[in-house]
């Protein structure tokens, strides 16, 4: 079978809703909108150890058309067919068998959602060609859903569903939060595959893992930008982590993985993406910000009180850091303003990212605020790590950041930069060792450990404090 060549001459080219049973000599151009790996298994019609092969794909050629194709043949050509083509490419069909779908056979479980009545059936006689014409029109089908947006399933209702959520498949519609390495994976029998996990997150939820098993998707991600690309993934199959004691997805052979999906549901979630709060102390800050006061924190709890709800978020699943809020009545035993330690933190104001290098400069080439020669406008803000005491224990690492941070020490962050070390001394002993009342929120991430924000800190009323601090 020649896989490159060949004549179109005396084939009648069809679209995808012209198809009838019957038809022969046609050729159909269309664009892969998925595909899957190829199964080799033994040919029985052979005496000697040949093996045989099947590959599935899903082809589209207009908004409303797309179709399932399967091809088979000696294991050699349809494995290296299979690796002439990827998703994206536009291709030449040519004098296939047209089949109708019985709806009712469990295979057609294993493949991908389309809108033909019909099937394709390819064999080493058939020919699979690139298209070498106008491609323009076509390559603007990758982008449209192979099922309406609005089914998808909020990233929040899966973690929160409990035991309804396990072994369902769903639609799901998120931006990128990260793209994983590949992987070596051990499977029960002992074989050795490979895989790759995103992280998806939306307006519901920080975060969901997505594993893809399959070369094709996994080469795809490795061109997934964080905030900037959105994925419609269709029939992904939901999983329990005990491990992760979490809900995770795993990319299925019924899947399409459209990339900035056509939709209004799309186009909300590009706009949330750019400057969502991710990394639980921008959440933090964002919940922080949406306080209506921090004087409505009222429910006054002992140390003690805050470990026990915290170690029990810590057992149990949610779609995001649940958090937990409390005024406390406690000593601050440590508030290092003028040590080794770094008191102060620096953004890039363009894409939120924190800046750890020396000097701190915004390496992230996809920043949208690059200025004059390249250069990155910059925001410093207080990151202070303080301890919390009363007579039950301690919370240690508290943060005291941001404007709170301000407030608190009656100084910008600038001015601070400016001051002598002597300064800061004084600064520090202003609070360090004495009875204050502070307002704390709490986040308890999935499997890692808690953050704690101070909202208001101020010295105590003694009365107030002795009247009010539980005896736990």
């Known amino acids: 079978m020649d896989y490159c060549g060949g004549s179109s001459i005396g084939l009648r080219r069809k679209s995808l809703k012209d198809l009838e049973p019957d038809l022969d000599n046609i050729l159909i151009v269309a664009v892969i909108i998925g595909k899957q790996t190829p199964r080799k298994f033994p040919d029985r019609s052979k005496d000697n150890d040949q093996y045989r092969a099947v590959w599935n794909f899903t082809l589209r050629d207009s908004p409303r058309d797309y179709i399932n194709v399967t091809f088979w043949g000696p294991s050699e050509d349809v494995c290296s067919t299979n690796d002439k ?76 569903g409990g035991e309804s959520m396990k072994d369902r498949i769903i639609d799901i519609l998120g931006a990128i939060r990260s793209v994983g390495p590949f992987k070596n994976i051990k499977t029960k029998t002992g074989q050795e595959i ?73 186009t909300t979630l590009v706009t949330y993406a750019k400057n969502a709060p991710l990394e639980t102390v921008d959440i933090l ?28 978020f810590s057992q149990k699943n949610f779609s995001s850091e649940p958090q937990i809020t409390a005024l406390l009545f406690v000593t601050v035993t440590q508030l290092d303003l003028d040590g080794p330690l770094p008191v102060t933190r620096v953004k890039c104001s363009g894409c939120k990212t924190f800046l750890k290098n020396t000097p701190p400069t915004c390496e992230n080439t996809d920043c949208p605020t690059v200025q004059e020669a390249g250069v990155r406008s910059l925001d410093h803000s207080f990151e202070i790590k303080i301890n919390l005491s009363d007579h039950t224990g301690t919370l240690s690492s508290c943060r005291l950041s941001g404007s709170v941070a301000e407030q608190v020490l009656d100084c910008t962050v600038r001015q601070f930069l400016r001051m002598t070390q002597h300064q800061k001394s004084r600064l520090k002993w202003k609070y360090l060792m004495e009875r204050c009342a502070v307002r704390i929120v709490a986040l308890v991430p999935s499997g890692l450990f808690p953050r704690i924000s101070v909202v208001s800190l101020a010295k105590a009323d003694p009365v107030e404090a002795a009247q009010k601090t539980p005896l736990c």
């Not at 209506?292 to 170690?311: D, F, G, L, T, Y």
């Open 85 to 160: 083509f990827y998703t994206g490419d536009v291709v030449e069909i040519r004098n296939p068998r047209i089949q109708v779908r019985k709806f009712n056979e469990s295979s057609e479980q294993y493949f991908p959602t389309v809108t033909s009545p019909f099937s394709l059936s390819l064999n080493d006689r058939n020919q699979i060609l690139r298209h070498h014409g106008d491609t323009f029109a076509f390559n603007k089908l990758l982008n449209f859903p192979t099922k309406p947006l609005s089914g998808y399933v909020p990233l929040r209702d899966i973690h929160n």
């Open 285 to 312: 800050d964002q919940f922080i910000m949406d306080l209506p006061a921090a004087e409505s924190i009222q429910n006054v709890m002992c140390i003690q009180q805050v470990r026990n709800k915290i170690n029990n």
């Open 194 to 266: 490979q895989m790759r996990e995103i992280v998806l997150f939306d307006h519901t939820s920080s975060g969901l893992r997505v594993a893809f098993w399959d070369p094709e998707n996994m080469t795809r991600a490795t061109k997934w930008k964080p905030r900037t690309t959105i994925l419609f993934i269709t029939d992904t199959k939901i999983v329990w982590s005990g491990f992760l004691r979490a809900y995770s997805a795993s990319v299925t052979g019924r899947s399409i993985v459209t990339e900035n999906p056509i939709g209004k549901e799309a």
